[in-house]
């Protein structure tokens, strides 16, 4: 009887909390169909009939897909660029007992404390002595030093890995590389899913340095086009526009999740020890 009321709580608990997470979701896609005097006069959950209104704002704007398509364009590869280059840094880091392996990992959590705002100028500066502004490059290399990533997956790797599974591959004659994309990335897939779903929703939604760094319309990322909706002189008219805008860029990241989810929830042996 205990067991059960425990048990009760425990999923009340968690419906609360549930209903707490998705409220806001709820909130967005009903005001998305709201005018802007309407959702600044009062509150409510039932859907209003200003959809294609707000539609027609946002068009009169910006091309909405087009902004979607350039925030692909930086965010798909970057991701890629920050799951690769970090599972096989986080790799060397935990199997090599090479020279300076402590200073390195040293030197990464202390670039985990720097705030990136910090160094914003110097990249300015260095970005623009390459002759690189208004381009995509400097908002995708980067991300292939990401210290936040590497370490998680470096403390991923010590927990998981077992000396025995490369042992077993050496002597069976593979190669280092072949040794890290047949084993190591399958055996790393849940951490990597987990922090590529970090790294695409950071580049997804970053705006101050495309903001810094583009300077051609065509070429703007979603969050800068949509800023230029809080920007007009009409804010008000436009807050449902701006809950329209909002709505429609978060598909994206909802569909990310929802093919990464499965990876994040599976074992570890299922991917590096099949029978």
Known sequence: MIYRSKKAILYLALTILAVACLFPFL????????????????????????????????????????????????????????????????????????????????????FMMIPSQLSLLGFYDLVTKLDMVDSYLPLIIPAIASPGTVFFLRQYCEASLQPALLEAARLDGAGEIKIFHTIILPLMSPAIATM???????????????????????????????????????????????YLAVAISVLPILIVFAFCSKYIISSISAGGVKE
């Open 196 to 242: 590529s779903i970090g790294a695409f929703i950071g580049n997804w939604n970053n705006y101050l340095l495309p903001l810094i760094l583009l300077n051609s319309p065509d070429k703007f990322t979603l969050p800068v086009m949509i800023a230029s909706l809080n920007s007009s002189t009409d804010i008000t008219a436009n807050q449902g526009a701006i």
């Open 27 to 110: 909130l967005m896609m009903v005001n998305a169909t709201r005018t802007g005097s309407e959702i600044v006069k009062s509150f409510t959950l039932l859907p209003g009939n200003a959809l294609a209104e707000n539609w027609s704002i946002v068009s009169g704007y910006f091309d909405l897909f087009k902004g979607m398509s350039n925030s692909l364009f930086v965010a798909i590869p970057a991701t890629l660029l920050t799951a690769y280059f970090s599972a096989i840094t986080a790799y060397a880091l935990v199997v090599y007992n090479f020279k300076g392996n402590k200073i390195i990992s040293m030197i990464i959590v202390i």
